[in-house]
């Protein structure tokens, strides 16, 4: 059932104004004008060309933007009949754009969106990211028609990325969360993805709206609901992913929105992961990885060094958390030259494991535990991208594949750790 209460009355209004959808396309925003109004052009086209003779909406949820994006997004949205051509007979395309109460949060906007859906009995709702400026109308049709068309309920997209973009994504989250739950699930933190109405309404009433993962990370905390809720699950390839230019310091907060929410996840879905056993590809369409391998400049130096000093910097406090042999062995990688250096899969994902474990018995708080993992997956960039410097795309997908395999292999290692409660030095 709807959550009225994080609904004002105004959008309420608009929304009986709207009466029932079949589609519903959310967008929320925040100081995005440089890039919304190309996006919503493309959701429109999509609409219009894709599902013409269906009841479809766009929701736009701000955070209160100081840049005019709901603005823009209504301009956007906006028919012209002279681009009309045969489609003069379509249903009303309502276009509605609300500000949501408190500070910009994305578990607030999604809220809002999910909520408005289900007022809406919106059959199909997909959400995207009004940074996507790579979008097309075909994206439109790709998330939505297994929702829509097939019975679906959560559909994960797939995009074309730079082989030293994401990395964060193709070395721990899409294979730790394989290894544990089963599913080959590329982008588990998505921010374009599509949601029946039956799970939209059952989700609602999660408690990780209440929490930090929630606020910080909704589109994982959904993901990881969808694959425990046992929802039929889909993967679309959408094509190439928008570039969004991050500062290195941003490389703390996305490790707490994906480490700490995943690390989170692990009590409460436990039931979810513990038994899994074999590994599902998913439904999909379209390709399952592109890579693309252009020059890309990154400071590796600076990234071994960084690794080192967080070594030293941080010995309390890793002792605290991983096993000794682990510790001791990262600190004999710290008197490796440079060319010589080389984070093991093995390694990583031992480390990973035992993270994850001690954040589950809290040994020191959730944050810290998060943040102290931050200079060791800077070592295991520099060693991805020693690795990869002269690969091919094959060759990058079997590296990979090759980790993916080792976290498969060693999760009876934390499933140890998490039932004897054994870790830190």
């Known amino acids: 059932m709807a959550d009225e209460s994080i ?5 309420i209004r608009q929304l009986i104004a709207v009466g029932e959808v079949d589609i519903l396309v959310g967008l929320p925003t925040y100081n995005n004008a440089k890039t919304v109004a190309q996006v919503v052009q493309a959701v429109r086209g999509g609409l219009l060309k894709y599902f013409p003779r269906d009841r479809v909406a766009i929701l736009n949820a701000d955070g209160g933007s100081k840049d005019d994006s709901p ?9 012209d009949a002279r681009n009309s051509g045969p489609l003069q007979t379509l249903r009303t395309l309502h276009c509605i754009s609300t500000r949501y109460a408190g500070s ?84 588990p933190y998505p921010t374009e993805f599509s949601f029946s109405y039956r799970f939209g309404n059952q989700t609602l009433n999660s408690d990780f709206w209440h929490q930090d993962p929630g606020q910080n990370s909704p589109e994982l905390c959904l993901t990881m609901a969808a694959i425990g809720g046992g929802y039929r699950l889909y993967q679309a390839f ?34 979810s992961w513990k038994d899994t056993t074999e590994i599902h590809a998913l439904p999909s369409t379209g390709a ?29 406090v890793l002792s605290s958390i991983l ?10 990688l710290c008197t490796v030259v440079d060319d010589q250096f080389h984070y093991s899969d093995e390694l990583w994902v031992r480390t990973v494991y035992e993270f994850a474990a001690s954040y589950h018995r809290a040994v020191i708080s959730p944050d810290h535990i998060v943040q102290a993992l931050v200079p060791l997956f800077r070592g295991r960039v520099y060693t991805f991208l020693m690795d990869n410097r002269e690969s091919s795309e094959s060759e990058i997908e079997q590296h990979i594949e090759s980790l993916c395999q080792t976290f498969e292999r060693l999760k009876p290692y934390l499933l140890e750790l998490w039932a004897t409660g054994q870790g830190g030095s």
């Open 238 to 271: 959408l094509g190439p992913k928008a570039r969004v230019e991050q500062a290195a310091a941003d490389l703390v907060v996305a490790m707490r929105h994906t480490v700490g929410t995943l690390f989170w996840s692990l009590a409460q879905n436990s039931t």
């Open 7 to 11: 609904l004002s009355d105004e959008l």
């Open 71 to 79: 603005m823009l997004v209504q301009a956007a949205s906006i028919s």
């Open 104 to 187: 910009p949060s994305a578990g607030s906007a999604l809220r809002t969106i999910v909520s408005a859906a289900d007022l809406l009995q919106a059959k199909a709702c997909a959400i995207v990211s009004p940074e996507s400026d790579t979008i097309s109308p075909d994206w439109i049709d790709t998330l939505l028609r297994p929702i829509y068309r097939e019975n679906f309920d959560f559909v994960t997209p797939v995009y074309r990325r730079n082989r030293f973009e994401g990395m964060l994504v193709t070395n721990f989250l899409y294979p730790m969360t394989r290894a544990l739950y089963g599913w080959r699930i590329r982008e």
């Open 288 to 316: 399952e990885y592109e890579v693309t391998t252009d020059s890309v400049r990154v400071n590796r130096k600076r990234l071994h060094q960084m690794f080192c000093s967080g070594v030293a910097e941080l010995e309390p």
């Open 323 to 332: 096993a000794q042999q682990t510790l001791l062995e990262l600190k004999r």
